[in-house]
């Protein structure tokens, strides 16, 4: 596998921008091609078939830009299609979801405590956290609750107010998340109300920003494999299956500074 070539890094749409972001900053050598699925976002509330589709569709897009390793830097898309991507993609590039670096942060740090998981439908429907973390036998409890109001209301720009506030408040007073010592972020829109969380908790539970999680885990990866690249990057494309000013105007958002969206329809 060639050293120099992009990491791809896939999403329903803009959210896993937070995701390429902490990769960019961390390993600021890789050349990135992030693929946003905006013309069928929401998956949080689509079917597993339907997420597999746009999946294998857009892995297509990112082998075509010969990457070396596709992040599916979404979660809903993880629960979903993480095992038949990795199956359709075979040995052509490394895929990495967002779930399994979790998972092991919570094995490797929370043995016998009790977790809390908030993310979409899709992602707390599967169950896919609680057969992890039940599959690392560290008697890890995993207490879930679907947020579905969170990610359009980050795409809104609804956050650091007190209308933000309020949702997040409402969802993490249910009895479901009682008891908890840390909450992992489900969801890739997510680290944009890390603080307000934090805030809810008054610091007392640990709110983990899977972003940071995943992106150590790529750098390692890269790392073992002899797969960092070794000169400056100059590949940056942000492509979407569907563009509209107002999607990119929200890039600040996600990823700190505005970015160009390059539109890339996925079925023509
Ligand atoms: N970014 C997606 C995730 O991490 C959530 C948004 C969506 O529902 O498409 O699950």
Redesign the pocket.
Known sequence: MNSAAPIGIF???I??LTVAHTITKLLPNENIIYFGDTAH?????KSTAAIQAYSIKICNVLLQQKCKVIVIA???ASAAAYELVREYVGSKAMIINVIDPVVNFIGENFTEKTIGLI??KQ?VGSNIYLRKTNALNRDVQLKSLATPLL?PMIEEGFFNNNISQSIINQYLENPELSGIEALILG???YPLIKKQIEDFYHKSVSVLDTSEIVAKFLQKYLSDNQLLNPMNAHIRHFYVSDYTTSFENSTKLFFGEQIHLEHYPLWE
Do not use: V
């Open positions: 999403d329903s749409g959210g896993g976002l929401p998956y949080g509330d979404c979660n809903s993310g979409t992602t990610a969801c890739t829109h």
